[in-house]
């Protein structure tokens, strides 16, 4: 603005925008003399009160309205001077004759530089008149206002409602007048535009369709994305179909006229003299878009701003609106991104959410059309319930696959089957209780265009298939949900297709049962095997598949659940069967908490299991079919004895109604059995506490025949010997089954006796002992007492039990014990009683084995001479009837023979025990036995030794007190014979 030196310029000058009033223009500004001063001085000035501003630029065009007129003439004028000069004279060439105008025009503002001022002033003027009046209709329509949430306000909540001097909602223009007059229409579109402000942007372009038709892209980046399409609509691109092109802006609405210095001519010829008109210009001119696009142009467009949005913000539904209304304008080669948006939509929208969390998934088309179909169908249905699966289906994955068929059939490879074959994949790995709802939206009495899956023998091939190959083990209800859904096929069946559907079923058996290299049969696998049956063998297939449901059902009543396969792979095994029968009836009574209480729950599972056996339809096997009923009925009492429950086991044994269900023999097996397991699982051998008390209790189920006695028996020798706190090897007390396993029973008295210092004084104890082990013995019994005896050397009881063991010598093994015991005892130094010693040195010599003789000869004669001894030292009894002398004389003629015996013999073999006789010595026995066994028996007919097992009458004990001649005599002639026949003598 040029200066002026009036005082009202200055004062305009110094008063601010606020000041600014009506008073000041029309006072102030309006009386400056200088009209070109005054126009530049209402361009500069911008106010935001609409009137005020209207008649600032009143009052500027007021002024350049002469100075307009006056360049409009004088450019004429010189038009018409130059009329007749070359346009080389106007620095033209030939191909710019359409610039003659504005040559003309610059020519001669460069000699009036006041009109192209003027000019230029004037434009600016009226180009901002026109923004005011787009703004005043803004305004107007309440486009530019915007509504400001008052969470921002700090409002006093204690204050009275009534003084409360802040409304609840504060409006503020988005753009205020002074910025959108100084700014190009552009820049204010755009802000509109990212303000969400799309109705103005609409009044822009009804009033200013030139100016901002270049730009029209440019304020559609500007929309954020997030905003749904249907919110701007008519700032969309539109196809004109009968050109092919986009369609343009319409006119503008209630155009104005535009004035001479507005024309294209002047506004170059202006620029040209140096005077810009404007300097508000738009911020993204190359960005400029001034040919409308074609077709292809636009679906490009389309698809792009599309894509952006998914891809930035991931908003399908906003990304698949955009292409639905490119479409619906004609825009071609939408539809394919327009399916694939409309699928994924639905998979990020419509697809069942878990009720605990319904989030929105992560999905992006880029992942989408990465996706393998059946993943797609995975997907879709990944949160479904049975509640709502069948609807997931129908709404969802069908037109999914439909549309998979339709391509498909467009890329010319048509698949019909496409459909129904991605939604069997699907079913084949589903949950059973998502295979339920199915199979339940499926079933035969709907109508076909209703049901999921429409094909009878398909439906009944994939239940078999999905059933057969699951793994579960307690879903029997939603099993035989599905059963019910399945067709009937009716008509009866030839015995040739019987035979030929129970070959199939055989060979379905083989096909599921596990290997090396496949461990489990799959779904899928088993719908291959079910696939080419025809449909009399799908019938018996389900016949038997609704046994195998009622015989799941049973297992898992009793807690011993199977997976359905299990039934065709363990449909001839019997030893499979016995084993799952066995622990059927041993987990019934398992000691858990869940164990059978009472004679009817054990009851119900006898006829259960007796019902899986025999509980087939028609000719069908139950699941232990392969059993006999004795045999499960064997299982089971054996079950029921292992749970302790005898009383109820009797009870059942024992009907009072009915037939015994078991022969005696039957039951004393399985008693002795299960006695049998509790003994050897027992850690104890008491018979009052624990297994052992089972073991012992359990043979009272049973009528009380031999066997069960012996080991009634048994049991009570185990808890005697456990009493005696027997140590085992490993010094731990005994175990049962120690006992049990022991080969020679009789070893287990000698522990005892071994353990217990006393024990040798109760012999009826350790006989009773030993017969209750089954090893009666008794001559062996007395010489373990003996034995004991003498290690305590309590010789009197040593001597009492030998005694009764020569007594009880009636087996070779009885003798091999005897006549070592009393070997060993005859010999004990420590021992005064001389004559029981030779006693039993007679018993030994007579008993032993004839190598042995020798042995034992050599101590009787040792304690023969002490007994001579003895007795020579001894004083004569009253009434003898042989003197002191004869019986010294008799003596000494038994003792030189001996010794004269002795004295021979010891030149070959002088053994100090049996265990111990050297080789010469064996050797003159060996070569000698019938003269050994003849001093056996001489040796036995000696009233010195003993007389072997024969109580002597009382005078032959007598006769040998007194030390009669006669006998005496008789004994040693016999004797010195067989002693010099062995050596030799005669």
Not at 530 to 550: E, I, M
Not at 792 to 809: C, G, I, L, Y
Request: aromatic share 6%; proline share 5%.
């Amino acid at each position: 603005m040029e200066e002026s030196p009036s005082k009202a310029a200055e004062q305009w000058s110094s008063t601010t925008d606020d000041a600014v009033d009506a008073a000041a223009i029309n006072e102030v500004l309006a009386t400056i003399g200088d009209d070109l001063w005054v126009a530049a001085a209402c361009i500069e000035r911008i106010l935001d009160d609409i009137e005020l501003e209207r008649k600032l630029l009143a009052l500027g065009l007021a002024q350049t309205q002469k100075i307009a007129a006056l360049a409009q003439d004088g450019v004429a004028d010189e038009a018409a001077a130059l009329e007749d000069e070359e346009d080389e004279s106007l620095g033209l060439d030939a191909s710019s004759v359409s610039q003659r105008p504005t040559a003309v025009a610059t020519r001669y503002f460069a000699t009036h530089e006041t009109e192209a001022r003027g000019c230029g002033i004037r434009a600016r003027l009226l180009d901002m008149n026109d923004k005011l009046a787009t703004y005043d209709a803004l305004q107007k329509a309440h486009a530019l206002s915007d509504t400001a949430d008052t969470a921002d306000v700090d409002l006093d909540p204690w204050a009275d409602a009534d003084d409360a001097s802040i409304d609840e909602f504060v409006e503020a223009a988005v753009i205020s007048l002074s910025q959108f007059i100084s700014q190009s229409l552009q820049d204010s579109a755009l802000q509109l535009a990212a303000a969400s402000k799309y109705s103005a942007v609409q009044i822009l372009l009804e009033r200013h369709p030139k100016e901002l038709w270049p730009y029209r892209f440019a304020v559609l980046r500007a929309v954020p994305e997030h905003v749904h399409p249907s919110d701007y609509l008519e700032l969309l691109p539109r196809l004109d179909s009968s050109f092919e092109l986009e369609a343009r802006f319409p006119d503008a609405q209630s155009p104005r006229p535009l004035e001479w210095c507005e024309s294209t001519e002047v506004v170059a010829a202006i620029q040209a003299s140096g005077f810009p008109l404007d300097n508000s210009h738009a911020s993204d001119q190359d960005g400029a878009v001034i040919e409308p696009l074609s077709a292809a142009q636009l679906s490009g467009w389309y698809c792009e701003r599309a894509l952006g949005i998914e891809r930035t913000s991931g908003l399908v539904d906003v990304a698949l609106a955009f292409i639905q209304h490119g479409a619906s304008q004609g825009i071609p080669g939408l539809d394919e991104l327009g399916e694939e948006l409309s699928l994924l939509e639905r998979l990020v929208y419509d697809a069942p959410q878990s009720a605990e969390e319904r989030v929105v998934a992560d999905w992006s088309l880029q992942q989408w059309r990465q996706l393998a179909p059946l993943a797609v169908v995975r997907a879709y249905l990944a949160q479904s319930t049975p509640a709502n699966i069948a609807n997931a289906i129908r709404s969802l994955v069908m037109p999914y696959l439909y549309v998979l068929e339709a391509r498909a059939e467009r890329a010319g490879s048509p698949d019909p089957g496409l459909p129904n074959r991605l939604l069997t994949e699907y079913l084949l790995e589903a949950p059973l209780p998502l295979l339920a709802a199915v199979f339940d939206a499926s079933k035969p009495t709907l109508p076909t265009a209703q049901r999921i899956l429409k094909d009878d023998a398909h439906m009944a091939r994939l239940a078999l298939a999905c059933l057969y190959g699951s793994d579960s083990l307690y879903e029997w209800r939603t099993m035989s949900q599905i059963f019910e859904c399945l067709p009937a096929w009716e008509g009866a069946q030839g015995a040739e297709e019987e035979d030929e559907a129970d070959t199939t079923l055989a060979s379905l058996g083989a096909f599921v049962m596990p290997s090396t290299t496949r461990p489990k049969c799959s779904s899928a696998e088993l719908l291959l095997f079910f696939t080419p049956l025809p449909a009399f063998a799908l019938s018996r297939a389900l016949d038997v598949l609704d046994v195998h449901l009622d015989a799941g059902e049973i297992l898992a009543r009793w807690r011993v659940p199977a997976p359905l396969r299990w039934f065709l792979q363990s449909a001839d095994d019997a030893k499979e069967q016995r084993a799952y029968a066995t622990r059927m009836a041993r987990r019934a009574g398992g000691g858990r908490e869940d164990e059978l209480e009472n004679e009817d729950e054990w009851d119900a599972l006898k006829d259960d299991m007796l019902k899986l056996a025999t509980g087939g339809r028609g000719a069908l096997k139950g699941p232990l079919g392969a059993l006999q009923k004795e045999e499960v009925l064997r299982i089971f009492f054996g079950g029921l004895l292992s749970a302790g429950r005898f009383d109820i086991a009797r009870s059942l044994l024992n009907p009072s109604e009915v037939q015994r269900p078991l022969e005696p023999h039957a039951v004393e097996e399985l008693v002795l059995e299960a006695s049998h397991e509790f003994y050897d699982n027992a850690s104890s051998g008491n018979l009052h506490h624990g297994e052992m008390k089972l073991a012992y209790d359990c043979l009272s189920v049973a009528p009380q025949t031999v066997a069960i006695r012996k080991e009634r028996d048994f049991i009570e020798a185990t808890s005697r010997i456990c009493s005696f706190n027997v140590r085992s090897r490993s010094g731990n007390p005994i175990a049962p089954i120690e006992i049990r396993l022991e080969k020679d029973r009789l070893s287990l008295i000698a522990r005892v006796l071994a353990s217990t210092d006393d024990a040798y004084k109760h012999s009826q104890v350790m006989l009773e002992l030993a017969n209750k082990l089954g090893v009666p013995g008794d001559a062996r019994v007395y010489g373990m007492l003996a034995d004991a005896a003498l290690a305590a050397e309590d010789f009197a009881a040593a001597d009492a039990a030998s005694a009764k063991m020569v007594a009880s010598v009636h087996t070779p093994e009885d003798a091999e014990v005897a006549w070592r015991t009393a070997y060993q005892l005859g010999r004990q130094a420590e021992w005064d009683d001389l004559e029981a010693r030779l006693r039993l040195l007679g018993h030994a010599a007579r008993l032993c084995p004839p190598e042995y003789t020798l042995d034992v000869l050599t101590n009787w004669k040792r304690v023969e001479k002490e007994h001579l001894d003895a007795r020579k030292a001894a004083p004569r009894r009253v009434g003898s009837r042989t003197t002191p002398r004869k019986r010294q004389d008799a003596t000494d003629r038994v003792g030189t023979a001996f010794t004269s015996l002795t004295a021979r013999l010891q030149g070959i073999h002088v053994p100090g025990s049996p265990a111990t006789s050297d080789a010469a010595a064996r050797a003159i026995v060996a070569g000698g036995h019938r003269a050994a066994a003849t001093l056996s028996r001489v040796a036995g007919a000696f009233p010195t030794f003993g007389g072997g097992g024969h109580t002597r009458s009382g005078s032959d004990e007598a006769q040998q007190r007194s030390g009669t001649p006669d006998l005496s005599n008789a004994a040693k002639h016999a004797f010195s014979r067989g002693v010099g026949w062995l050596i030799g003598d005669d």
